[in-house]
């Protein structure tokens, strides 16, 4: 047993900081791999299909633009979905706390006049204030009525999509003076600003940036990051230690759902500049995708989206060049996500290989459950 | 004639552990075969393997010397063999007569038919006088009876090697004496029995010969009549054993904690605690004694603000905890070492540090505002891994890679700092080898020369007995007796865990 | 302005039978899953991909039946692929439900662009003819409330005793729930665990994809894109309402019928209620009746979790 201290007082080196990134490649690449046999077994042009697809994410400024604009909200959604799993909570509901997010952006950004330091940050705020209380209507069912936030989540995007629809629809509130069902424009001084020439890209990935590194460094390092993540991973635990459970749910959903208006919010002040219907082609859908292939690290979400950016912005191009539907895409997204379920099973039997090709022993693992063997 | 079981060479590997390394097992027809080993040792995994419910990753079994080979129990069930699982293997939800069915059911055409199957628990259960009620649904009835419907189920099969595994550990003294006549009687009807067990007595008390299992590895066998405790205990720890905790003498202070007409409820919304009131004072440890089940869980819940109470006060010195939620508890002074340390006591999957932080976590010196701050953190990890001796290649690890007595040193570090005025340990010691045993123990002991009240929860009655001062029994949910340690007896205590 | 008097009418309680029936479906397929232990929030997702099966085959073939054998062969291998994942690779299943989920969009528009050329909605097709029950047709009252449907619909209903007497009154039904309430146990007694839970998810699927094949060749005769409208979510508010007991579901999916009836009826009354709520109701019904059903509720006591063999 005394080697085991001294080994415990040296840094050594190790390769156990590479299971992340290896479990994120061999995602991607189980997905291409599927996504091409797939394609094979419908007997399309494999070749043709992935070079359709990457031409349009990269092909030109204008496709590289593209993709970083379908990054953006994509950031947002899967750090709200990542920071939901981090507090043992399944948020399905960012596309409709999305939709909230962007709607209210949206009326706060032509409905009121003020100058742009108050204007942009306050149409942001209100969008993930308002979307956040949405989301937390599902903490509270979770956590008082035990009702499983992933049922109310779900069906709480229809409730969305009905009042989205119902605010912009004939006679709606928030309806354009036109005939086409969408809001009015948003001023000026609520938009984000366009960051490269000859693009769409907005500040909003800068902004999207900066929450991702604000998320890493509240689950992480502050107080209540801490008990989120206890609840999360063990809830009987942190409330033996003194956490309330109840709480820590409804705030994390809170968190979550305005994480995810936040996405509809710089999609809707970045890019279209008035509330429709149909703003979001599904990021906050995406957005499982994304947290789970980061494996909800705010850093490998960043990456992540970064991925289904260009996926979602190439497959435009596919489908023109190539004739293949867009939706192949959602089928690569299934297999992502159907390979990152069984990262839990997978992460073990990663980490015993690369940690004894690290320090040259097996590290330790105990699958010990209560009493005897 | 050919021995019952021949088991040669067994081997499993389970990650990072060699459970059975090269075990040989012969256990002769008709026997009470013994097999006694630490926690850990080896003893349920070889047994599992036996009954089909694990795959050996080498070697082989014989039954009355023909090579056999299962991967699954049905296989074992059709060769005549049954086990009894320390965690009882019956479906909560379930009746009794289900239970027993369940997977050979009667039945009329399609449909179940649970007439017959009512019919034959009856008719097992008057023939081996194991009494049970054939329409109760498990999780309504005692543990005891659970137990009986676990042996019913075996015979129900026509098991003629039983293994019982720990069979013991849930009843009361007086009930181990009954169950050892069904043991002996189900050996004169000539049946196989393969007893495991950690505890010296009841080897002596009801086996034949005993093997003795050490770290997955056989130390020997013996016939039990020839062997001592003192023997039977170094082949199972590998040198001698203290076998009882020793203590000072020490004078009790002042009351630390007082309960009074505590009532609560427990998770079905049946009145689980009646009535309770003791105190515990400074420098003294109480000890509860009970067969589990009898409301302690929901005492200790209803004590450390886990659960409500209907009614009654808590006292943490003079103050009135009673209204207190946890944290504000833990704060006055109350500190808890949980029962189950993988559900309550550790967030598995967390890092050692993170571990050690529960419950400091908004506490100076672990924080900056509304940071944590994790120099700090780190610091009092180390020195808490140091000075508990908790066994691991470093804290960034999770607890879930450590042993199960290096996870309850953890608890017991991160607790006993919190320098508490009142320290409640339930089953402190469960599921962990000696070694561990004896560390936790003089723990304890070491808090009582400190002057701090020690309220202690066990089943295991040597436990309350060597460490406590005064001890309580509880049965359904009330204090049923309380006297001074050196007043009580094994047969007094059991007397009144039985309610009698 | 309407007459609220005048929407309750014997029609209405016909097209509550029409509205449950899809949420029906789903309902009894979660109970078979999670009563065996395997988590299923995949069943709207095995629904799409069964609706566009069906209208396939029934496109191809003429013949709406055709159409219905597709539907249930999608659902089987739907399901096995929910199985496979969530049993033989015990991987997360609240996550491949989710999967599933997203196969169920992208799948279905993919091939409507490939075999339709379309983006949205598939062409009509030959559905399945409604049938009139002789003589229950006739009677008062009953009669046009229970006597012409889909045979889906009819199906559906015959389902729920069918599968209660499977769930507690067979040799089958008493294993399959011992492996959601304590698959060691069953295992220690010898029934296959594995066996069992492919078996129950595998039912699963069927379910669903009849489900799937009432919205797509009997309710309508084509495939429109995402047509479910979160169906089968409701399905399992409904399963969970009626605490894992086809009895109970048939209940829930009474009042969530009766909701939808409701609202299409009033939607066509011109009912002065902005349509956007009205098609909201049955979601809000589903969330409002689950605040009163759990606490009571107790889902299986290993659903979700996957079964490792020592």
Known sequence: MADKKEAAGKKGFSLLGLVGPIQFVMGILLAFIGGALFLWIFRENVAEAYGALFKGAFGSKRYIGEALLSTTPLIFSGLAVALGFRSGLFNMGVEGQLVFGGMVAAYIGYAWDLPRVIHLPLALLGGAVVAGLWGSISGYLKAYHNIHEVITTLLMNYIAFAIADYMIAVGGPMKADNELPVSPDVLESARLVRLWEGTRVSSGILIAIFFAIVVWFFIYKTRIGYKMRAVGFNAAAAEYAGINPKTMTVLAMALSGALGGLAGAVEVLGVHYKFYAAFSPGYGWDGIAVALLGLLNPFGVIAAAFLFGVLRSGSITMQAIAGISKNVVSILIALVIFFSATNKTLEPILKRLLGGIGSGKELELNTEQEGDR | ?500 | MANWSQLISLALFSATIRSLTPVLYPALAGIFSERSGVLNIGLEGMMLISAFAAVVGSYYSGNAWIGVLWAIAAGLLTSLIHAFMCITLKADQAIVGTGINILGIGLPSYLLLKLFGSQGISPIVNRLSKWRIPVVVDLPVIGPILGEHSPLAYIALIMVPVSWFVLFKTPFGLRLRSVGENPSAADSVGVNVYLMRYIAVMISGVLASLGGAFLSISYLAQYTRMMTAGRGFIGLAAMIFGRWNPWGALIACLIFGFADALQATAQAANVPIPPQFLLALPYILSIVTLIGAMGRANPPAYVAKPYEKA
């Open chain 2, 1 to 500: 004639m050919k021995p019952a079981v021949e088991m040669r060479n067994i081997v499993k590997q389970f990650p990072g552990v060699l459970a059975n390394d090269h075990i040989s097992l012969t256990v002769e027809k008709g026997e009470i075969h013994g097999l006694l080993g630490e926690n850990g040792a080896g003893k349920t995994t070889l047994m599992s393997i036996l009954s089909g419910m694990s795959v050996p990753d080498e070697g082989e079994i014989l039954l009355n010397g023909t090579p056999i080979q299962f991967g699954n129990c049905e296989d074992a069930i059709k060769q005549g063999i049954g086990m009894v699982h320390q965690h009882f293997m019956l479906v909560p939800v379930f009746t009794v007569a289900e239970n027993i069915v369940l997977g050979n059911e009667p039945h009329k055409g399609l449909q179940l038919d649970i007439d017959q199957a009512r019919t034959m628990v009856n008719r097992l259960s008057s023939h081996y006088g194991l009494k049970v009620d054939p329409d109760s649904v498990i999780r309504d009835i005692s543990v005891g009876s659970q137990q009986r419907v676990e042996i019913l189920k075996v015979l129900s099969r026509d098991a003629k090697i039983i293994i019982l595994d720990e069979p013991t550990a849930v009843l009361t003294p007086q009930e181990v004496e009954e169950f050892y006549i069904v043991m002996r009687a189900l050996r004169e009807a000539g049946n196989t029995i393969i007893f495991i067990t950690h505890k010296l007595q009841e080897i002596q008390e009801i086996t034949d010969r005993t093997t003795v299992l050490r770290d997955g590895k056989v130390v020997g066998t013996v016939n039990t009549k020839d062997a001592d405790n003192e023997r039977l205990a170094r082949m199972m720890v590998g040198r001698d054993v203290v076998l009882h905790v020793k203590k000072e003498e020490h004078q009790a202070g002042k009351v630390e904690l007082r309960v009074e007409n505590l009532f609560a409820k427990d998770a079905r919304g049946l009145p689980a605690v009646k009535d309770i009131s003791f105190e515990v004072r400074a420098g003294e440890v109480v000890g509860i004694a009970g067969v589990a089940g009898n409301g302690q869980n929901e005492l200790v819940e209803v004590i450390t603000g886990l659960r409500k109470q209907e009614s009654g006060k808590i006292y943490l010195g003079d103050r009135d905890i009673s209204k207190m939620t946890t944290r504000e508890r833990i704060y006055a002074g109350l500190a808890h070492v949980p029962q189950d340390r993988q559900r309550r006591g550790l967030v598995m999957d967390f890092t050692l540090v993170d571990n050690f932080l529960l419950g400091y976590e908004d506490s100076p010196p672990f924080i900056e505002g509304p940071m944590i701050n994790y120099r700090e953190a780190e610091r009092f990890s180390e020195r808490s891994i140091e000075m508990f001796d908790v066994r691991t290649p470093g804290a960034h690890v999770t607890a879930r890679t450590l042993s199960g007595g290096n996870q309850q040193k953890m608890i017991v570090a991160r607790e006993f700092q919190r320098n508490p005025t009142v320290l409640i340990a339930a089953q402190p010691t469960r599921g962990l080898d000696i070694a561990a045993t004896e560390f936790v123990h003089e723990e304890l002991i070491e808090l009582r020369a400190q002057d701090k009240a020690v309220l202690l929860i066990s089943m295991e009655l040597t436990e309350i007995l060597d460490l406590s001062d005064r001890i309580l029994v509880i049965y359904e949910g009330e204090i049923v007796g309380s006297m001074k340690a050196n007043e009580a007896t094994p047969e007094k205590l059991g007397l009144l865990m039985a309610g009698g």
